[in-house]
């Protein structure tokens, strides 16, 4: 498996969610966190011992069940957040890292689901 270096995640993290409409980040509970009003996604680096790097995002309803029992090995339910409904997205189970167009629909998805729906609308 290629190793994928958790700052090179998180700036291509950071690059998709920095381009959607009004997106701001900050430190959110010590990760880099994406914002619209709300928080959207957060990136999370071997949280509490876990051994992977992931992605947590705002998922609509009923797609975090869907995904997980899909792909459970790639998809699951996040601590803290899960219980409403967020996405936790491996980003370290790829051969050759995450698959970024599906980063990307993942956190367009997220950003979609908090946004004001007027930027929301703006999003293609």
């Known amino acids: 498996m290629a190793v994928v270096e958790s700052e090179e995640l998180v700036e291509r993290l950071r690059a998709i969610c ?9 430190i959110s509970h010590g990760s880099p966190s994406w914002f619209v009003r709300k928080q959207f996604a957060s990136y999370v680096g071997y949280h509490h011992g876990d051994t992977h ?18 792909e459970p090995a790639r998809f699951f339910v996040p601590p ?45």
């Open 18 to 26: 920095l381009a959607l409409p009004e997106a701001t980040e900050k």
């Open 53 to 70: 790097l992931a992605l947590w995002a705002a998922a609509p309803e009923g797609a975090q069940a869907e995904m997980v029992e899909a």
């Open 80 to 124: 803290y957040v899960g219980h409403r409904g967020w996405l936790g997205l491996r980003l370290d189970v790829e051969p050759e890292g995450p698959d970024w167009d599906e980063v990307r629909g993942v956190l367009v998805d997220a950003y979609r689901h908090v946004a004001p729906r007027r930027l929301a609308a703006r999003v293609s």
